[in-house]
């Protein structure tokens, strides 16, 4: 597990909505989680490059802009396997579009829909923390 000294878990929460990213970095800071946040694509691949070891959780919105989320799940694929995070959640407000591009991803991942319900989120990552 990618923990820091002080044994907490590591998040990284990808989101380009400002309140959303900290809301979200918020709560899993309660849960326990050292959690970072990134507005877009481009600056998570720099953290998820520069990180000392993987995340356990990676909460990406699949909206972001220019790049969207798929392009840097792309990424993370590409990334040998014990390097990638332990658990991926994708977020967007509507999934239909995103489906059939990250069925080609070949990855492990759990999606949720916008607005979040954030006890439903909180189930998935307790293992986690």
């Known amino acids: 597990m990618a923990q820091t000294s002080n044994s907490h878990p590591r998040a990284l929460v ?11 970095a918020r709560v899993l800071r309660h849960k326990g989680f050292e959690a970072q946040t990134a507005i877009g694509a481009a600056q998570a691949a720099s953290l ?33 396997a014990d390097h990638r ?12 579009p995103f489906y059939a591009r990250l069925a080609e991803l070949h990855l492990e991942l759990e999606t949720f ?10 189930k998935v990552i307790e293992g986690l923390s």
Do not use: F, T
């Open 14 to 24: 990808v989101e380009n909505d400002l309140a959303s990213r900290e809301l979200l």
């Open 113 to 122: 829909q916008k607005p979040l319900h954030l006890p439903s989120l909180m």
């Open 48 to 80: 998820l490059l520069e990180a000392y070891g993987p995340y356990d959780l990676l909460l990406i919105d699949l909206n972001l802009e220019p790049v969207d989320g798929v392009e840097l799940l792309r990424h993370v694929a590409a990334l040998p």
């Open 85 to 96: 995070p332990r658990k991926i959640i994708a977020i967007s407000e509507s999934l239909a």
